[in-house]
């Protein structure tokens, strides 16, 4: 019910400004996917147009990390259906609010208010600087782009952002072996603990996460604390003030010239030579303790000169907010570990841009592709400028690999767009992607990887929100052992997951939330509902 509520009260203030989306409300969901591939020159009821692609190569997946065992005692058993965690339910009056505020901002329905950029206008010019290029794109077997230096050199460019030689990269795959490291981490910290966490739940995460940072506090370590203003409203709050109350430094985040957007970043950063990022917050859900569901999601533990550009947006984002005697973040100009062979990018998009950079450096990265571009995202809805990228892969004889949530595990919160996620795929998988759905609990990685060389992972979603209101960090890895050991856990993932048959009947019809929630996100995506934003 509260993600019913949270959704249609934007939707019923931001769809009458909507106007071109007005006349399609009515409009047949296949229909519109077959006019769609009709305009890229492909068919959902034919062969795919690209052939000769090899089979994905199964690698061996790794073994599954040891459950941490949750507290001693009954538990109670875990939700039904995906179902979030219930926070306090006058909170969502608060998500109620900035949702409103932020549909009619950028709508463009209030004359005095900057509207946002629409997705095709995005689109459009990610894919121009996407594309340009020194290199022609290579066709399939050939050796990829991610290996030539100056291909590397102007990614760099692209995103602003450098690939920092002499890091070390450990994928943390699933909640038990991410919490591991980052307890263990906290618990041996000398100087300093900073955390940006979109939420902490009040669950025993959340209460264990607590008590360590309260005891480390005692030992006079450096303890920072960034979350989200609004998501601090239904969670955590009891816990941010037990914090205060001992001397931690704690900010709720809201910007000043867009106060309705969100912190969606998720990282630990310790003693300034560790840092762990990726797509898990600190609940139950992700790291599997106590009795909840079991989120499949991914972080990465890094070292290295990135740590120091960690610490640089970590300073970027607080420093600014620091009042009533909170501190200043100081970054040091070295780490004291080093010496590995990855190289890593630090990316930090804070929206609406026209340059969102960790969308161009994914893009880059499928234009350099020659072998196989695989992508694990929880929400991918299809954003203009990826439908092209995924598009000329295939074209080129790239192997293109989707996995993303069903109907089914899709959580509680997401159900509402999970028919605008499955009209998407449909899309790809007509461009002779495979599309694997997600079956059982919910999948919440966010990673993609290219040839066995190139891996971008974080707290990026392939959906609206990341484009529109969600502040966000990735890394990007050159390195082919780590990203190999990520393309070993998505061998694993999609070997247990279904394969979408784009020619599959659909299976019951959308309900009125299915095409109030299409409406509404295809009409911030594909305006005129086209598939391509360059003609």
Same mark, same amino acid.
């Given at each position: 019910?509260?993600?019913?509520?949270?959704? &249609?009260?934007?939707?019923?203030?931001?769809?009458?400004?909507?106007?071109?989306?007005?006349?399609?409300?009515?409009?047949?969901?296949?229909?519109?996917?077959?006019?769609?591939?009709?305009?890229?020159?492909?068919?959902?009821?034919?062969?795919?147009?690209?052939?000769?692609?090899?089979?994905?190569?199964?690698?061996?997946?790794?073994? =599954?990390?040891?459950?941490?065992?949750?507290?001693?005692?009954?538990?109670?058993?875990?939700?039904?259906?995906?179902?979030?965690?219930?926070?306090?339910?006058?909170?969502?009056?608060?998500?109620?609010?900035?949702?409103?505020?932020?549909?009619?901002?950028?709508?463009?329905? @209030?004359? /005095?208010?900057?509207?946002?950029?629409?997705?095709?206008?995005?689109?459009?010019?990610?894919?121009?600087?996407?594309?340009?290029?020194?290199?022609?794109?290579?066709?399939?077997?050939?050796?990829?782009?991610?290996?030539?230096?100056?291909?590397?050199?102007?990614?760099?460019?692209?995103?602003?952002?450098?690939?920092?030689?002499? %890091?070390?990269?450990?994928?943390?795959?699933?909640?038990?072996?991410?919490?591991?490291? =980052?307890?263990?981490?906290?618990?041996?910290?000398?100087?300093?603990?900073?955390?940006?966490?979109?939420?902490?739940?009040?669950?025993?995460?959340?209460?264990?996460?607590?008590?360590?940072?309260?005891?480390? !506090?005692?030992?006079?370590?450096?303890?920072?604390?960034?979350?989200?203003?609004? #998501?601090?409203? @239904?969670?955590?709050?009891?816990?941010?003030?037990?914090?205060? *109350?001992?001397?931690?430094?704690?900010?709720?985040?809201?910007?000043?010239?867009?106060?309705?957007?969100?912190?969606?970043?998720? #990282?630990?950063?310790?003693?300034?030579?560790?840092?762990?990022?990726?797509?898990?917050?600190?609940?139950?859900?992700?790291?599997?303790?106590?009795?909840?569901?079991? /989120?499949?999601?991914?972080?990465?533990?890094?070292?290295?000169?990135?740590?120091?550009?960690?610490? !640089?947006?970590?300073? !970027?984002? /607080?420093?600014?907010?620091?009042?009533?005697?909170?501190?200043?973040?100081?970054?040091?100009?070295?780490?004291?570990?080093?010496?590995?062979?990855?190289?890593?990018?630090?990316?930090?998009?804070?929206?609406?841009?026209?340059?969102?950079? @960790?969308?161009?450096?994914?893009?880059?990265?499928?234009?350099?592709?020659? =072998?196989?571009?695989?992508?694990?995202?929880?929400?991918?809805?299809?954003?203009?400028?990826?439908?092209? *990228?995924?598009?000329?892969?295939?074209?080129?004889?790239?192997?293109?690999?989707?996995?993303?949530?069903? !109907?089914?595990?899709?959580?509680?919160?997401?159900?509402?767009?999970?028919?605008?996620? &499955?009209?998407?795929?449909?899309?790809?998988?007509?461009?002779?992607?495979?599309?694997?759905?997600?079956?059982?609990?919910?999948?919440?990685?966010?990673? #993609?990887?290219?040839?066995?060389?190139?891996?971008?992972? %974080?707290?990026?979603? &392939?959906?609206?929100?990341?484009?529109?209101?969600?502040?966000? #960090?990735?890394?990007?890895?050159?390195?082919?052992?780590?990203?190999?050991?990520?393309?070993?856990?998505?061998?694993?993932?999609?070997?247990?997951?279904?394969?979408?048959?784009?020619?599959?009947?659909?299976?019951?019809?959308?309900? /009125?939330?299915? =095409?109030?929630?299409?409406?509404?996100?295809?009409?911030?995506?594909?305006?005129?509902?086209? %598939?391509?934003?360059?003609?």
């Amino acid at each position: 019910m509260r993600n019913l509520f949270i959704l &249609l009260a934007p939707l019923i203030v931001a769809l009458p400004c909507q106007t071109y989306a007005a006349g399609n409300s009515g409009t047949d969901e296949e229909t519109k996917i077959i006019r769609t591939a009709s305009e890229m020159g492909i068919s959902i009821t034919e062969d795919s147009p690209v052939y000769g692609s090899p089979a994905f190569e199964r690698v061996p997946a790794p073994s =599954k990390p040891q459950e941490i065992p949750g507290p001693s005692g009954q538990q109670p058993a875990p939700p039904a259906g995906n179902s979030m965690p219930l926070g306090q339910k006058w909170g969502y009056l608060v998500l109620a609010y900035h949702a409103i505020c932020a549909g009619i901002t950028d709508s463009g329905f @209030i004359p /005095w208010a900057d509207s946002a950029a629409g997705f095709d206008e995005i689109s459009k010019e990610s894919l121009i600087a996407a594309k340009e290029s020194r290199y022609a794109p290579r066709g399939a077997g050939e050796d990829s782009l991610l290996n030539e230096e100056g291909f590397i050199q102007e990614m760099e460019t692209l995103t602003g952002s450098k690939f920092n030689s002499g %890091g070390n990269a450990e994928f943390l795959i699933n909640g038990p072996a991410s919490f591991a490291v =980052k307890d263990r981490l906290m618990r041996e910290a000398q100087k300093s603990i900073y955390i940006a966490s979109y939420a902490f739940y009040d669950d025993v995460t959340g209460n264990e996460t607590v008590d360590i940072l309260l005891a480390k !506090k005692k030992e006079g370590v450096d303890i920072k604390v960034i979350v989200d203003n609004k #998501m601090a409203y @239904i969670f955590g709050g009891r816990l941010l003030k037990k914090m205060e *109350a001992a001397g931690i430094e704690v900010i709720r985040y809201a910007e000043t010239d867009r106060p309705h957007d969100y912190l969606h970043i998720k #990282m630990l950063l310790v003693d300034g030579n560790y840092s762990v990022i990726g797509g898990m917050n600190y609940g139950d859900v992700y790291s599997h303790k106590g009795n909840s569901l079991k /989120w499949r999601d991914t972080d990465v533990l890094y070292t290295g000169p990135a740590v120091i550009e960690s610490m !640089k947006v970590f300073a !970027k984002i /607080w420093n600014p907010r620091t009042k009533g005697g909170l501190r200043l973040v100081t970054v040091p100009e070295n780490t004291d570990i080093g010496g590995g062979q990855a190289r890593i990018s630090v990316l930090y998009s804070n929206p609406p841009t026209l340059k969102p950079v @960790i969308l161009l450096g994914m893009l880059k990265g499928i234009y350099g592709a020659t =072998k196989r571009v695989n992508i694990e995202n929880a929400y991918i809805l299809a954003i203009p400028a990826l439908t092209q *990228a995924i598009f000329d892969a295939r074209t080129r004889g790239v192997e293109v690999n989707i996995l993303t949530n069903s !109907k089914e595990s899709i959580d509680s919160d997401g159900k509402s767009m999970a028919e605008a996620i &499955l009209n998407s795929v449909k899309l790809f998988a007509a461009a002779g992607a495979n599309v694997y759905l997600k079956q059982g609990q919910t999948l919440h990685s966010k990673f #993609m990887t290219v040839d066995g060389v190139y891996c971008s992972v %974080g707290s990026y979603n &392939l959906h609206p929100r990341s484009e529109r209101y969600d502040t966000e #960090m990735n890394i990007g890895i050159i390195d082919p052992s780590s990203t190999a050991r990520i393309d070993a856990a998505f061998a694993g993932d999609i070997a247990e997951a279904n394969k979408l048959d784009p020619n599959a009947p659909r299976q019951g019809k959308p309900s /009125w939330l299915d =095409k109030i929630v299409e409406n509404f996100f295809f009409a911030q995506l594909l305006p005129g509902r086209r %598939g391509l934003a360059v003609p």
